[in-house]
């Protein structure tokens, strides 16, 4: 039976064969006349014509034997009749990655499609037009979501199973909803027979497991804009009224919003705001406020200490920094420090022991003058920031210059040999700069020498001699109190 | 390390030395006496061995004590104090030899016109303190009470007389060691030289009898 | 074992000096401010007794303890306590001739020996002593009391005491047994109590004494005599023959300073402190053992050898000593009843008693009960690591028949003191019992003899139980090689007698029991303890 089967085939290939190369299709008109008759020419001698019946049992024979083949060509030699009577309603869901996050913020990037299922016939298909709707927070209907239509083609499901995704592309993200919450998506399909507000996705079957819903629920919340406590700086911060200070900050909204930032300043009961917008950038943008752009400070306000913090609000959250300190106003300037401090000592060998003269002249910037206390600091390494203990206490007079004389002060220890001496005076009103006292001023190095006297000198007598005859005597004490060297 | 710091280590390692050789001096006497006990085996190389040697060193029996005299016994812990206060003066004075602990770090005693007699009057309350401090040992101790050194040792009135002449040499020890701390930060070569000289033969005579036993001993 | 030295006399205050030598360093104002105490080697103390203030006062090492009661070291003179002129004084003087009070008496031995016996048994002196000075017998009894502050008897830490005095000199023995009789009329009479006599030399020219031979030697042979007669005297006299000190050690200058100087050397091993804690003993143990087996003070004769640690060993030093180099007195080791051993440096005290023993092999004798005997008797010390040196007292080392021909035994040397004092005894009389003692002294400082004494010592030299009867009998002794050459004690004003209470209540002179009889006399006490149930 096996060989019969073979030898059918192999027949049947031959035969075929020869009518692709000898004979005419069936039907057609393409320049060979129907199958081969006796007596045409073959272009070669003793080839077989292939009559209508012996075709005819070939095709028995494939029908039965060769079934898909046979299907096929029939296919080919046969087109079915279609009716319209059996035009199904194609499925259409809104697609979302079924492994996605239903909870994203209004910056994450999120895509949205939809997946369709058409099984009818490509000849009787229609075009599908999509449309999103979406209902965001605070709505109390769907509306149309912001992105285009979305036109299925009858030739674009799979052949196979008949299905097509397609992803609106102009949803790639929920920066554009201003608000948080829930966010509804549904799709409104139409054929060109159907009413659009009538067909939409909400009534079909959820698959979550494959990302198909009818309704898609997702819940969007804010990233609220924020400053960087850290980088809250202000420059400089201890300055005079009308010097220019700048505040600064550094800004991230990971929404990208524009921000409106307030810089909040405060002087004892009062607040200053003042408000700029700021585009946010990928990174950190920075926040700038400065006296050029807003008159913070007045005269008034000399000798202050003010605070201040940030607000930012993304039209949907408001945040604020932490307090920040600063500017420290200086005073005005109620004396003027006249040429530089000067410091004298007798004798030129410049021995830590000996005593110095330092002297600072001062006078008031105001016409009825005032009292004026300066003390004065010395600077060594060993003694850094030493006061000298008695301050003086003058008045000063407009125009009239008042000498401030340290006499006789030995403000230097031992250990201070060999060093080099800094110096400057405080006072208790402010000065020019409106600081409460000078720079440093360099003096000079300190004799090496250590101690004052020499080894003949009656003090140091009254050192060393002891030390001769006290352990002696604490040797014999001890002997007299113990009375080790008699007998036990 | 430069000469006064080597001068340094030499007389701590001197004392040291004399230390051990005390303990060994009273280890071998020990074992003699064990010896005749019955005992008396040589000490192991090896940790119990030591400190059984040590043990045996520590404990001498009270017995054997020879008192000096009063007038020697007194000189003699004259002089270790005043070694104590010249080896003080010396290297702990200035920062020349120990720039970290001296006493021109105390500001208030380096500035102080009597700031090199309190520094003293310290090592010496410091030295008897200890001096008193080993007398409260336990009897079985009594060879390592200092009020009692050479309680241990056969001395000649000559050598007693040398031992108390370390005093006089200590004072001129001291005295150059105060002339150098009173011309700091000028330094003499020579007098350092000469101040340790005269301290380093002071403790060598001071721990001569110690070392002349254990040297009686090996030989 | 701490002993108090009692230098008496010339001799006594030179070699007394070696031993109460401070160790301590002479620095008066530190000695001042640490209050110290004089500290000698061993913790000896000790004092000088001289009954010369002359003499006494030309040195400078002893103070005057007359004026200052509490210096230290001191010198006393027991006859400051009878003042010139006072009634003790004059009837002394008067009974008796004898001037207490004469600085440079007569140097003789039997001057103290008679001022002791008329204190003693004279009741119209005593009694006028008594009543005046308050004590019956001053000299000695001051003497004593200045002697025992030092004892453990009258609250100090000595523990014995250490008689040195010249053998033949006048003044040394003299002392001793008065004293002793204070110590043992006390009731201690295991107090221990040494004699160091040092038997004057033989030839003149060497010595700077101040009496020829003959004198000096019956001065000793009185001295030697009186000492190991009595009964209850000294547990030991150690005697050292001066001539081989000399010779050994030389005499500069006519000084005995080497001599003195070795003197103290030889004897540190038994002064010496430092015991070793096995052998740490007390005065009372050493003079149980120095009497045991004896009734009289026994003669000790000092051996002496020191050598450097390195390559020492027991045997070495023990025949060192032994040997003939090593000995300070002239004898024969292996006649020695009992040996005492005092060692400085590590010992080991088999060794010492096996090298004795193989030196002295009757040493090995047994008792009546057939015990070993402890005849050796070891006392070790601790000294520096240098030197290691031995002492041995040898107890009694003579008793060989024939041996007083042998040059260097001790019968020989004894022989020719005895032979000497009887010599000068016979060929002397007159000047011994001349009436002017000291002819060559002022003539108010002359000693007048009165008829009573002269007669009493011409009894007591001469009489029938007198002194050179006695040296006779006593030289015959030797001569067998007997021993306790001397046996009977004699006074001076007794007749020449025994002092009655000196007699063995038994009725037995024990001097004069042989060796065999009192050996036997033992054993039969001994068997009757053991029927009686008493245990030794």
């Known amino acids: 039976m096996k060989t019969l089967k073979l030898y059918t085939t192999v027949f049947a290939i031959l035969v075929c064969f020869s009518l692709v190369i000898a004979g005419p299709v069936y039907g057609q008109n393409r320049g060979y006349s129907g199958p081969i008759e006796n007596g045409g020419s073959s272009g070669g001698g003793g080839s077989k014509k292939l009559t209508s019946s012996a075709f005819l049992n070939y095709l028995e024979d494939w029908k039965e034997h060769q079934n898909p083949n046979y299907k096929k060509i029939q296919k080919l030699l046969n087109k079915e009749d279609y009716t319209t009577t059996a035009y199904k309603t194609p499925s259409v869901w809104v697609y979302y990655d079924p492994n996605g996050s239903k909870t994203v913020s209004r910056s994450d990037e999120i895509e949205i499609g939809a997946y369709i299922e058409n099984t009818n016939p ?44 397609r992803i609106f592309p102009d949803i790639s993200s929920f920066g554009y909803i201003k608000g948080e919450g829930e966010v509804l998506f549904r799709i409104v399909i139409s054929d060109g027979t159907k009413r659009i507000s009538k067909w939409n996705s909400s009534n079909i079957s959820d698959h979550p497991e494959l990302g198909y819903y009818g309704v898609l629920k997702l819940k969007v919340h804010n990233n609220p804009p924020k400053i960087n406590n850290s980088s809250m700086s202000i420059e400089p911060k201890l300055v005079k009224w009308d010097d220019y200070v700048e505040y600064r900050a550094q800004l991230k909204d990971e929404d990208r919003d524009t921000v409106n930032v307030t810089l909040h300043v405060y002087k004892n009961n009062t607040e200053l705001n003042f408000t700029k917008l700021a585009p946010t950038e990928p990174d950190e943008s920075d926040i700038v406020f400065s006296t050029e752009d807003y008159n913070i400070f007045v005269e008034a306000d000399s000798g202050k200490n003010f605070t201040y913090r940030y607000s930012c609000d993304d039209d949907i ?47 008031s910037k105001n016409p009825e003058g005032g009292s004026l206390t300066v003390s004065l600091y010395t600077y060594t390494p060993e003694n850094y920031g030493k006061m000298w203990p008695e301050s003086q206490t003058k008045q000063v007079y407009n125009d009239n210059v008042t000498t401030f004389t340290f006499e006789d002060v030995k403000p230097f220890e031992a250990l201070d040999s060999n060093q080099t001496f800094y110096y400057n005076f405080t006072y208790d009103m402010a000065d020019e700069s409106g600081d409460y006292g000078t720079p440093l001023f360099e003096g000079w190095k300190i004799n090496p020498r250590l101690i004052k006297y020499g080894i003949i000198d009656p003090i140091m007598i009254l050192n060393w001699l002891p030390m001769l005859i006290v352990p002696l005597l604490g040797g014999i004490l001890i002997e007299r109190l113990l009375r080790k060297g008699d007998e036990v | 390390m430069t000469i006064m710091e080597i001068s340094l280590a030499s007389i701590v390692a001197l004392i040291a030395i004399g230390a051990f050789l005390h303990i060994w ?15 008396g085996e040589k000490i192991e190389i090896s940790l119990s061995g030591i400190k059984k040697a040590i043990s045996r060193g520590v404990f001498i029996p009270r017995g054997l004590f020879i008192p000096q005299g009063s007038v020697f016994n007194g000189m003699a812990l004259s002089a270790w104090i005043l070694a104590f206060v010249a080896f003080g003066y010396l290297y702990f004075l200035t920062p020349l030899v120990v720039p970290d602990y001296n006493l021109f770090q105390i500001s208030s005693l380096a500035s102080w016109s009597f700031g090199f007699i309190t520094f003293g009057l310290f090592l010496v309350v410091f030295g008897v303190l200890f001096i008193l401090a080993t007398n409260k040992l336990p009897d079985g101790y009594c060879c390592i009470r200092l009020t009692e050194l050479y309680g241990y040792y056969f001395l000649s009135k000559m050598h007693k007389r040398a031992i108390a002449s370390t005093i006089p040499l200590l004072w001129i020890s001291i005295f150059i060691s105060v002339h150098l701390g009173t011309i700091y930060p000028l330094a003499s070569g020579v007098l350092s030289v000469i101040a340790y000289l005269l301290l380093l033969a002071s403790v060598i005579i001071l721990i001569s009898p110690i070392i002349k036993q254990s040297m009686e001993g090996v030989f | 074992m701490r002993l108090c030295v009692v230098g008496i006399g010339g001799c006594g205050f030179k070699v007394a000096q070696e031993f109460l030598g401070n160790v301590d360093l002479d620095l008066s104002i530190v000695s001042r401010l640490t209050k110290a105490d004089y500290t000698t080697m061993g913790g000896i103390k000790g004092i000088w007794i001289e009954s010369n203030r002359q003499e006494a006062v030309k040195q400078n090492f002893f103070k005057d303890l007359n004026k200052d009661p509490i210096a230290y070291p001191g010198f006393f003179i027991p006859h400051d306590k009878i003042q010139p002129g006072s009634p003790v004084h004059k009837k002394v003087s008067e009974i008796y001739g004898f001037d207490l009070k004469k600085q440079g008496y007569v140097r003789a031995a039997q001057y103290l020996k008679s001022i002791y016996e008329i204190f003693e048994n004279d009741e119209s002196i005593y009694g006028v002593s008594r009543e005046t000075l308050g004590s019956s017998n001053p000299i000695f009894e001051s003497s004593w009391k200045a002697i025992s502050q030092y004892t453990t008897l009258a609250g100090g830490k000595c523990e014995g005491i250490l008689f040195i005095i010249s053998l033949g000199g006048g003044t040394g023995t003299g002392f001793v047994n008065p004293i002793v009789k204070n110590i043992r009329d006390t009731g201690t009479k295991d107090y221990l109590v040494f004699a160091l006599g040092v038997l004057t030399e033989e030839q003149d020219e060497l010595s700077g004494q101040q009496q020829d031979l003959p004198k000096r030697n019956l001065g000793a042979t009185i001295s030697i005599y009186d000492l190991v007669t009595k009964r209850d005297g000294v547990d030991g006299l150690i005697i050292f023959d001066n001539q081989i000190l000399c010779n050994k050690f030389g005499t500069e200058y006519g000084t005995y300073n080497a001599v003195n100087s070795n003197l103290y050397q030889i004897m540190r091993p038994l002064v010496a402190g430092r015991y070793y804690p096995s052998d740490a003993t007390d005065g009372q143990a050493v003079a149980t053992n120095l009497r045991e087996g004896t009734l009289q003070p026994p003669l000790l004769v000092p051996c002496y050898s020191s050598r450097k640690r390195r390559g020492s060993k027991e045997a070495d030093l023990v025949n060192l000593a032994l040997d003939q180099d090593g000995r300070y007195m002239g004898c024969d080791p292996t006649m020695a009843e009992k040996v005492f051993v005092f060692c400085r440096g590590f010992f080991d005290i088999g060794k010492i008693e096996t090298a004795i023993r193989e030196y002295i092999p009757t040493l090995d004798e047994l008792d009546a009960r057939g015990n070993k005997k402890k005849n050796i008797n070891v006392w070790r010390k601790l000294s520096d690591d240098r030197v290691h040196e031995m002492l041995i007292l040898l107890r009694n080392p003579f008793g060989s028949p024939g041996a007083y021909e042998r040059a260097g035994t001790l019968e020989w040397r004894l022989h020719r003191v005895i ?41 007591y030299f001469y009489g029938e139980n007198g002194l050179l009867r006695e040296l006779d009998l006593a030289r015959i002794r030797l001569e067998k090689g007997e021993r306790g050459i001397f046996r009977r004690p004699i006074s001076i004003f007794d007749g020449g007698r025994s002092p009655g209470r000196e007699s063995s209540s038994l009725g037995i002179d024990d001097a004069g029991l042989t060796d065999i009889q009192r050996d036997q006399i033992q054993k039969m006490i001994q068997e009757k303890f053991d029927a009686m149930g008493f245990k030794a």
């Open chain 1, 317 to 363: 959250d408001t945040t604020w920094s932490e307090i920040g300190y600063g500017p420290n106003l200086k005073r005005t300037a109620e004396i003027t420090i006249v040429g530089k401090p000067k410091v004298s000592t007798t004798d030129p060998k410049n021995y830590w022991w000996q005593e110095y003269s330092f002297s600072i002249d001062a006078k």
């Open chain 2, 25 to 39: 001096n009273m280890c071998h006497i020990n074992m003699e006496l064990e010896k005749d006990r019955g005992g």
């Open chain 1, 122 to 165: 490509i000849e009787i298909r229609r075009a599908l037009y999509l449309y999103l709707e979406e209902k965001g927070p605070g709505d109390k209907d769907f509306k149309p979501a912001k992105a285009e239509r979305q036109i299925i083609q009858v030739n674009e499901y799979d052949e196979k199973i008949n299905n097509t995704i």
């Open chain 3, 419 to 459: 032979s000497s004092a009887i010599d000068y005894l016979k060929y002397n009389r007159g000047i011994i019992l001349e009436e002017i003692q000291d002819p060559e002294a002022k003539e108010d400082e002359t000693v007048k003899l009165t008829k009573v004494t002269r007669d009493a010592l011409e009894s």
